[in-house]
């Protein structure tokens, strides 16, 4: 597609309960990654995909944070049991990749318009 | 490991003002440089980037940062301010080497008002 597309943009949840937001990156870019903007907290790296495989995970808050993605393209991230600290603006980018050893880019970002999580 | 500085959470400047909004860096090689402007309830979009060459770049909207590495510093500058710049932005690195697998590493963001 023409940008980066997340959704939905807007998500209210109950505590305790699954939820999977969706990315749909640049037709192309073979980078991914998840971004979490919490009030005052800046943007917070979650998880990178070159390809399908996730060489960095370290961001992941917890093991009720997971993301898959498939075919080189559409990505999940899923949160389970949600718990109230949870509640953010999750964010995703796509990006060239300028050097594959690495996954270094001197393209920066595209990012989506984000899916702000609420759990009440 | 990379590190990104804002100096200023908020900066508030008058319409016709400069604005100036301060970013330093920490890196162990060479690094690519950014800004990216976020306004309310939107995704953050790309103002300009240094990645080698000239270390004075031009970005969207009048904005230019200039690369300096003795002072470790990407600061923004834009000569005169308008209503329309009023928006968090933030400054972001990334190298090629290591493990960094690309990762941008961003700045606490800067709030930017501008008054009439």
């Known amino acids: 597609g023409a940008g980066v597309s997340q959704s939905p943009s807007n998500k209210v949840t109950e505590k305790g309960k699954d939820v999977e937001l969706r990315c749909d990156p640049i037709?192309?870019?073979?980078?991914l990654y998840w971004y979490r903007q919490s009030l005052g907290q800046g943007l917070e790296f979650l998880i990178y995909?070159?390809?399908?495989?996730?060489?960095?995970k370290s961001g992941l808050p917890s093991d009720r944070f997971s993301a898959e993605r498939t075919g080189g393209s559409v990505s999940t991230l899923t949160i389970q049991r949600t718990q109230q600290e949870d509640s953010a603006v999750y964010l995703c980018?796509?990006?060239?990749?300028?050097?594959?050893?690495?996954?270094?880019?001197?393209?920066?970002?595209?990012f989506g318009s984000g899916t702000r999580l609420t759990v009440v | 490991a990379q590190s990104v500085t804002q100096l200023g959470s908020h900066v508030s400047v008058s319409e016709g003002a400069l604005v100036l909004l301060r970013c330093n860096y920490s890196?162990?090689?060479?690094?690519?440089l950014f800004w990216y402007v976020q306004y309310p309830n939107q995704g953050l979009q790309l103002l300009l980037k240094?990645?080698?060459?000239?270390?004075l770049v031009k970005g969207i909207n009048g904005f230019e940062a200039e690369f300096k590495k003795s002072e470790t510093s990407f600061h923004l500058t834009k000569p005169s301010a308008h209503m329309s710049d009023a928006a968090e932005y933030f400054c972001?690195?990334?190298?090629?080497?290591?493990?960094?697998?690309?990762?941008?590493?961003f700045g606490q963001g800067t709030i930017l008002t501008v008054h009439p």
């Open positions: 240094y990645t080698t060459g000239a270390t």
């Open positions: 980018a796509s990006s060239l990749v300028t050097h594959k050893r690495t996954g270094g880019t001197g393209y920066g970002y595209t």
């Open positions: 037709s192309g870019h073979t980078a």
């Open positions: 972001a690195v990334n190298h090629a080497g290591g493990t960094s697998y690309g990762k941008l590493t």
């Open positions: 995909f070159q390809g399908n495989s996730a060489p960095d």
């Open positions: 890196s162990s090689v060479p690094p690519y």
